[in-house]
């Protein structure tokens, strides 16, 4: 503790040291930046002083030099003292009016006379010729002899009157003669203005230190007396803090503590420096943790240890610390004791309340919970089990106890926690909870505000009165259910009273009588609702079984009468309600409308014996069995069987080989799953075909069986019949087409060749014939080219004609060649534009196909031209998945769907007679757009590739 | 037998019709320098007699029994194109003219009006007219 004030005293000595400490300190970095600098500049100076005197040295001797050759030529040279001697009288003349540079700036002419220096200019600063000549090694004068002795160059040293100069020496060659140039300036006029200058700067600088110190002083001195404040503050507080302080250091030794502190352990006043913490430490283990964390973290706050007085006594206590560094760089560890010991005493004693409260709690059947500030801290098992989640899962500080309650009943169960936050007492209140695992249960909640561990708290004890609330429930729903019943029964329900008035109605029976449910009621039955020549035979009967006279009638059919007038046929079954005597009070009937059953029976019958197809009726008796009970006129003349000798028989002894033909076996799953069975059989006898056939079997209501059945043996052979004849036709049709274009093919052949040939034959030798007449036959000329002209008329003529029947292009250029050129003859007969998309090589067709795929084109473009009243025609042609596919698409005012296959559209049927003897098909419809489309699909092998 | 006559042009005529042939061969002969050394009737006898003959010039009918002429003149170019070929044709198409056409033929003549023109043709003389002169519809 001392060793830390002498460190802090040091550190905040008096402001007048600390100032004049900062001056010195300024002083001397002023002084060595500055004199730096100035002797930087000095240097530069002095060198280019330095420079500039050697230039001047040198030009100067040159001019000398100049001068003497100048007068030399001029021939002056004869004059007494030769040319030199006029030199110098000029020099001499020119320095006279000559003032020299600076304050000590001089030119010297000197010339070596034997040991001597002699000046030969008039000096500025001293007459030289007093001293002078000067002895030639004389230490005056260096600058001089050096020139004299021929050297160039600068020097710092004394000139003739014994001054240091800086001085630039250059020597004069004028043959015959030693002489030198010197230029020169003293030392101190070079070094007096950079003197100068030091001197300001200094004073100016040592002003600027000493104003600047002082506003220094004046703005950190406060702020220096301040942290000097806070520092006796934190003294003050150390010492006379109620909380227990010591600081230690790392190793744990003690090095001051405060009075709270040593209060708190029993320790004398002062004794508490150089102590071993540890030995307050109750678990030694505890100090080794706090001291690891403190190193971890650099603060440990709060960290619970029991230490021990001096005296022996155990106390609890949180510490708190932070490690700091001090100045020399070593840990300080400040740490604060709090006592707790007796808030721990307090827990201990609440703690065992609470534990009362706990065993009370544990073993109640009741589901009690405590909550408080928003979360459950307390949950017994019992309400652990009644909320289906473990007591630790319900007071997690997570678990949200809200979401335990039905949405219904949230306003009911807020509502109890408003009036608790307001102290208003709450009585016991129903609500329905939702447990953690999704069961509903509905509770009564008793709540009341207690104090747990010392905070508010709302304590509840809950009751489980699911069970009662479902017994409620479900008679609920029974009575609701029956009132359904009553209203969705598909049978009349009537309560009639022993006065015979409407007790009660339902929904079918209004309905079926055309009133209203309340008209209805308190109203006479049998006057309202029966027949007028009915009701008082009714009514006497009902009257005697009310009086006991007649035993009762429980099932009964009779007429009503509805509102409208109509009469219906109602079956009725009947209770009657009796007194506690036994005695008949009253009735209720059920009653079914058979009207249209009865209606429905009697048609179904009068069907059967009417219909033209045979039809019997089995009962299934038992699994696998089935027995005739219905065989109408129809079945006796189709099979003859007699149907009075038959019924009641069974199916396997009335047919004996169904079975072995798995026919009873198919009738039964017809009688188990309800599906219909179509069938077409062959019967035999005696293995000659006796008939055909058909026969549908179905289930009827009832367990009952139908098989109808009609022999369609004049049908089936009809039918084949019509299929032969048209494979006939077809096949008659299509050699017809094969006939048709041989034919046309040979007769074209034979206008080509023959006529055709004959005529271009001819044509020849009339051109022949022409070219052999001489000129002056005009006549001739005339009447041959006449000719000519008829020739080529007939070979245009018999070329049309067969190409028309049949196109040479076709057989020579293939398929696609030949609808171009077919396209080409219409186009310029027409308005028509085609466009065609057909391939360049030709199909995969043989001669027949192609013939035949031509005319159904032809024929197309014809159907066209003739109805279609189109613009425009798409004809394309591709090969595509095996089929040879041809589109004829106009867009012209469309063919109708009947037209399309009416049989009397004998272009159209003979277009698709020629694509199915090709195996191929037709169609023709009209396109979405409008217009027609006709489209021919033929069979190729080996066309899966688009050819375009 | 154009190798025995050098100087000779020599023809074969392929022509279904007998009258048309006759008529050819008797005007092919009057050319000077013209030698008709074989006349075919259909196809395959035209491609045997090429190839044996091995004539300078093929005049040849489009519409023959069997094989077209088409069929012989892609034959013919196919083993050798140098025969200069000149269809001669009733049925001066359009679409036949374009395949002969593409498939090397040098001349396509409507047989009735323009067979004058073959005489010239082979005289060496350039006929003014087209090659292949546009034709008019039948």
């Not at chain 2, 074989?38 to 035209?46: F, W």
Request: net charge negative; proline share 5%.
């Amino acid at each position: 503790m001392k060793q830390q004030s002498e460190t802090r005293r040091l550190r905040f000595s008096g402001p007048g040291a600390r100032i004049l400490t900062q001056i010195v300190a300024m002083v001397l970095v002023a002084l060595v930046v500055g004199g730096l600098a100035l002797f930087a500049q000095y240097r530069t100076a002095f060198q280019r002083q330095r420079e500039h005197l050697l230039e001047m040295a040198q030009s100067q001797a040159r001019l000398v030099e100049g001068m003497v050759s100048h007068h030399e030529l001029l021939g002056l040279d004869e004059e007494p003292g030769g040319a030199f001697s006029v030199t110098l009288d000029e020099l001499r003349s020119v320095h006279s009016q000559f003032t020299e540079f600076g304050e000590s700036g001089e030119f010297i002419l000197a010339e070596r006379s034997e040991d001597r220096i002699v000046f030969l200019l008039s000096h500025r600063l001293a007459d030289v010729n007093t001293p002078s000549p000067l002895p030639f090694d004389d230490d005056r004068a260096q600058p001089a002899r050096r020139a004299l002795s021929g050297e160039s160059g600068t020097v710092v040293g004394l000139d003739y009157r014994g001054v240091r100069v800086l001085a630039a020496f250059e020597p004069v060659r004028i043959p015959g003669r030693a002489l030198g140039v010197v230029v020169k300036i003293d030392q101190a006029e070079v070094r007096g203005p950079f003197l100068n200058t030091a001197g300001v700067v200094g004073l100016v600088a040592l002003l600027i230190i000493v104003l600047g110190s002082w506003i220094l002083h004046r703005v950190g001195e406060p702020m220096i007396r301040q942290l000097e404040g806070s520092e006796r503050q934190f003294r003050r507080f150390f010492v006379d803090s109620q909380e227990a302080m010591f600081l230690s250091t790392p190793e744990g030794r003690v090095l001051e503590a405060n009075l709270a502190g040593e209060a708190l352990f029993g320790v004398p006043r002062g004794e508490f420096s150089g102590r071993d913490v540890r030995e307050f430490y109750v678990d030694p283990e505890d100090r080794d943790r706090f001291r690891e964390e403190l190193g971890r973290e650099g603060a440990v706050k709060d960290f619970e240890a029991r230490l021990r007085r001096v005296d022996g006594e155990e106390i609890a206590t949180l510490l708190s610390s932070t490690a700091r560094r001090r100045q020399d760089g070593t840990l300080l560890f400040e740490t604060v004791v709090r006592d707790i010991t007796p808030q721990r005493r307090a827990e201990e004693a609440l703690g065992e309340s609470e534990a009362q409260f706990r065993s009370l709690a544990e073993s109640s059947p009741s589901a009690i919970y405590i909550e408080q500030g928003g979360r459950l801290v307390y949950v017994n098992p019992a309400g652990a089990a009644l909320a289906g989640a473990s007591e630790d899962e319900l007071t997690s500080p997570d678990f949200r106890w809200v979401s335990l309650i039905d949405p219904e009943s949230m306003d009911v169960v807020m509502d109890a926690y408003r009036r608790h936050g307001a102290g208003e007492d709450v009585g016991p209140y129903e609500h329905r909870m939702i447990t953690v695992d999704g069961r509903r249960r509905d509770l009564v909640n008793a709540t009341c505000l207690v104090t747990f561990q010392g905070e508010p708290a709302v304590l509840g004890t809950i009751s489980d009165i699911t069970p009662q609330k479902e017994v409620q429930s479900r008679l609920r729903q029974e009575r609701d259910r029956a009132q359904l019943y009553l209203d969705t029964a598909e049978v009349m329900l009537v309560a009639i009273d022993a006065e015979g008035r409407v007790e009660m109605i339902n929904r079918k029976g209004c309905e079926i009588l055309g009133w209203e449910e309340d008209e209805l009621l308190g109203k006479p039955w049998f006057e309202t609702c029966l027949p007028a020549e009915a009701v008082q035979e009714v009514h006497a009967v009902f009257n005697r079984i009310m009086s006991g006279e007649l035993e009762p009638l429980e099932y009964y059919e009779n007429e009503v009468v509805r509102r409208d007038g109509d009469t219906r046929l109602i079956a009725w079954h009947n209770a009657y309600v009796r007194d506690a005597e036994g005695n008949a009070i009253g009735t209720v009937s059920s009653g079914e409308d058979v009207t249209d059953l009865r209606e429905s029976l009697q048609t179904s019958a009068d069907i059967a014996e009417t219909i033209p197809a045979g039809l019997f009726v089995y009962k299934c008796e038992a699994p696998e069995r089935l027995t005739l009970v219905y065989a109408n006129p129809e079945a006796e003349v189709l099979t003859g069987i007699v149907a009075d000798e038959w019924l009641g028989k069974e199916f396997d002894e009335i047919w004996p080989n169904a079975r072995s033909l798995g026919i009873t076996q198919s009738y039964l799953e017809v009688a188990r799953t309800g599906e219909v069975l179509k069938t077409e059989e062959e019967a035999y006898k005696d293995d000659r075909l006796e008939g055909v056939f058909r026969t549908h079997v179905f289930r009827l209501p009832g367990d009952r069986l139908a098989v109808s059945f009609e022999n369609i043996t004049e049908r089936k052979k009809a039918e084949a019949e019509i299929r032969e004849t048209g494979e006939r036709m077809r096949a008659l049709a299509a050699r017809l087409q094969e006939i048709r274009e041989d034919e046309r093919t040979s007769i074209a052949r034979e206008l080509h060749d023959e006529l055709g040939q004959a005529i271009t034959g001819l044509r020849m030798d009339l051109a022949m014939f022409k070219g052999d007449l001489r000129k002056e036959e005009g006549e001739l000329h005339e009447r041959v080219d006449a000719m000519i002209d008829l020739a080529d008329d007939n070979i245009v003529l018999v070329r049309s004609i067969s190409s028309r029947l049949r196109p040479p292009v076709l057989d020579v250029l293939g398929l696609p060649a030949a609808v171009e050129w077919l396209v080409e003859e219409i186009e310029p007969r027409t308005e028509l534009k085609f466009e065609l998309d057909l391939p360049t090589e030709k199909p995969p067709l043989d001669r027949d196909a192609s013939t035949a795929v031509f005319r159904v084109v032809q024929e197309a473009l014809t159907n066209v031209l003739r109805h279609a009243e189109a613009h425009r025609v798409e004809i394309s042609m591709v090969v595509s998945g095996g089929h040879f596919l041809v589109h004829v698409l106009d867009d012209g005012k469309g063919v109708s769907a009947a037209a399309a296959i009416h049989p009397r559209s004998l272009g159209l049927t003979g277009m698709r007679e020629r694509a199915l003897a090709m195996g191929g098909a037709l169609a023709v419809g009209p396109e979405p757009g409008g217009g027609t489309r006709v489209t021919l699909t033929v069979p190729v092998e080996g066309g899966d590739t688009t050819e375009e | 037998m154009s190798s025995q006559s050098t100087d000779n042009k020599t023809v074969l005529i392929v022509d279904d019709s007998t009258a048309v042939r006759r008529r050819l061969a008797t005007i092919l002969d009057q050319i000077e320098g013209v030698e008709v050394v074989g006349e075919a009737t259909d196809a395959e006898e035209a491609f045997e007699m090429c190839k044996d003959l091995r004539p300078d010039v093929v005049t040849l009918d489009l519409v023959l029994p069997g094989e077209s002429g088409v069929d012989v003149l892609e034959q013919i170019k196919g083993l050798d194109p140098s025969p200069q070929v000149i269809v001669l044709t009733n049925y001066p198409y359009p679409a036949f003219r374009k395949r002969c056409e593409a498939l090397g033929a040098e001349f396509f003549l409507n047989k009735a009006t323009e067979f004058e023109k073959i005489e010239k043709i082979l005289k060496g003389e350039e006929i003014s007219i087209d090659p292949l002169p546009e034709d008019p519809k039948p």
